[in-house]
């Protein structure tokens, strides 16, 4: 496969900028606030905020910088917060509809569950474990940061987002990637999360099958942002050109921050 | 203050303080604050080891319904700390460029001298009056300098080093503050001296004429 380049909305300068040069720029970030491609702020004050900690983000930090990969040795314990098995009813996000589907794929070791990748993609298709397997796997040893203000490290083996992106063909005109698990928890990220080389569909933690609890069979990682954008128990990825705010269970309409990098 | 309000709700959610790169539930903390519900809430599954032998690390899935307000919290954290650190970058640059540093606020190695700063703190005591405004008292001058030239500086900077995308494009301020959790310890320690000033610098201003006071900060001094 040809490597692809960035769309040029997301070609941002590498270099580190200086501070100075960041206020200089930020009456541009303000007006940037009104561009199309970014979040809906529904005119809350908060939610505006927010766009511009992450239109400041997009200007002022370099794209694809990597975050630290530890030691072997400084694997931590980690606790599984919220859903820990979307077959579980009583959990608070468990989707009716499909918690007996997951109960019965995890039944069979998870043979019969396969990954849809579609959207703005020249060939959408299904994707089974082996398959992802087959691609070359990443491993990385990262920080898993939660909003709450606990930090965890752990192991995380799978494929690179962008490989399997890149596999499907993803169109020109493609701006977000969505997740959607088994559970009411869906959520997107932008192409320059997506493309990240440390953002990846894990299927492994600490050296073994990723666990229920942690997001069994698939979960991505983005690593560049707090723990609640990797979304656990994936079955399908959606590529989009237009912002995608997952209706009233999304993150937006329940009051948090799409963008969740600082 | 929208900034310590809205600190301290994030805080609620997680009450624990930890030193390091990591800390969570399953890891001691440092110290753990009786702040809200989630206060030693013991709502975990028995554990379980990832990796076999002793002394491995170990998950467990939460079973309780913790508080947590960080929604609208964090985002307004968030907006609130653009406005400090614009108004503070602003202020910091315009002190340096106008002379005001220089002028009132320097302590100069004379302020220093430990007699001339007990000086200072006796005439506190005896509530000798301070004219509103430069020139400004010695201890005045160390606690001005030390806020707005050290605390506040830090304080923004150990709460960039709880962000994962800022720290991967400048992880010398993992290296700095020892890690994410050491800076967000570090970033409650400083929210407690900044909190602390403000209650001193209020009580310190209604004490020497509140009404003069307010008039002196906001339109000019009338002497």
Redesign the interface.
């Given at each position: 496969m040809k490597k692809r380049e960035l769309p040029t909305a997301y070609r941002l300068p590498i270099t580190?900028r200086s501070?100075i040069t960041g206020?200089v720029s930020?009456g541009g970030l303000m007006l940037g606030g009104c561009s199309k491609e970014l979040p809906p702020t529904y005119g809350n004050?908060?939610?505006?905020?927010?766009v511009?900690?992450y239109q400041a983000?997009r200007l002022l930090?370099?794209t694809h910088?990597?975050?630290?990969e530890?030691d072997r040795h400084?694997?931590?314990?980690?606790?599984?917060?919220g859903t820990?098995n979307p077959a579980d009813s009583a959990q608070p996000a468990f989707k009716a509809e499909l918690g007996p589907i997951y109960e019965r794929s995890r039944g069979n070791q998870f043979a019969d569950w396969s990954l849809s990748v579609e959207g703005r993609v020249d060939r959408p298709g299904r994707y089974t474990l082996a398959d992802l397997k087959r691609f070359p796997a990443r491993t990385q040893i990262t920080?898993h940061?939660?909003?709450?203000?606990?930090?965890?490290?752990?192991e995380w083996t799978g494929v690179t987002l962008r490989r399997v992106l890149e596999s499907a063909g993803i169109q020109s005109s493609a701006r977000f990637v969505n997740f959607y698990p088994y559970d009411e928890n869906p959520d997107g990220i932008d192409m320059i999360d997506a493309l990240h080389p440390q953002t990846i569909l894990a299927y492994g933690?600490?050296?073994?099958d990723l666990?229920v609890?942690?997001g069994a069979p698939l979960r991505v990682r983005v690593?560049?942002?707090?723990g609640y954008k990797s979304v656990k128990f994936l079955r399908r990825i959606v590529v989009a050109n237009e912002f995608d705010d997952m209706g009233p269970t999304g993150l937006l309409q329940?009051?948090?921050?799409w963008y969740a990098?600082? | 203050m929208t900034l310590m309000l809205s600190g301290f709700v994030?805080?609620m959610?997680?009450p624990?303080l930890y030193w390091g790169?990591?800390?969570?539930?399953?890891?001691p903390a440092l110290v753990e604050l009786p702040i809200s519900r989630n206060y030693f809430h013991h709502g975990?599954t028995p554990?379980?080891a990832?990796?076999s032998g002793p002394g491995s690390?170990?998950?467990?899935?939460?079973t309780y319904d913790?508080f947590?307000q960080?929604?609208?919290a964090?985002?307004?954290h968030?907006?609130a700390a653009?406005f400090l650190v614009?108004t503070g970058?602003f202020y910091a640059v315009t002190a340096l460029l106008s002379g005001h540093f220089w002028r009132d606020l320097r302590p100069r190695a004379v302020d220093l001298m430990p007699r001339r700063l007990w000086g200072s703190l006796r005439r506190h005591r005896g509530r000798d009056e301070q004219m509103p405004g430069p020139p400004y008292n010695p201890l005045q001058k160390c606690v001005y300098v030390a806020v707005v030239f050290l605390v506040l500086p830090l304080i923004v900077l150990t709460g960039?080093t709880?962000?994962?995308?800022?720290?991967?494009?400048?992880?010398g301020l993992?290296e700095l503050f020892g890690g994410?959790?050491s800076a967000?310890t570090l970033h409650f320690a400083l929210f407690v001296v900044l909190g602390s000033f403000l209650i001193g610098h209020l009580v310190l201003t209604i004490v020497s004429g509140f009404k003069r006071q307010l008039r002196a900060m906001t339109v000019g001094v009338a002497r």
């Open positions: 580190r501070l206020f930020m004050l908060l939610r505006m905020g927010d511009l900690t983000r930090l370099p910088a990597l975050v630290k530890y400084e694997i931590s314990s980690m606790p599984a917060t820990t920080k940061s939660c909003e709450e203000g606990w930090s965890s490290i752990a933690m600490n050296g073994r666990p609890s942690h690593e560049t942002q707090m329940t009051g948090w921050s990098g600082i | 994030i805080l959610a997680h624990r790169a990591v800390g969570n539930d399953l890891t975990w554990s379980v990832f990796f690390p170990v998950t467990a899935e939460r913790i947590n960080n929604g609208w964090r985002s307004l968030f907006l653009w614009l970058a960039m709880m962000s994962p995308v800022i720290t991967a494009a400048y992880p993992l994410s959790q967000r």
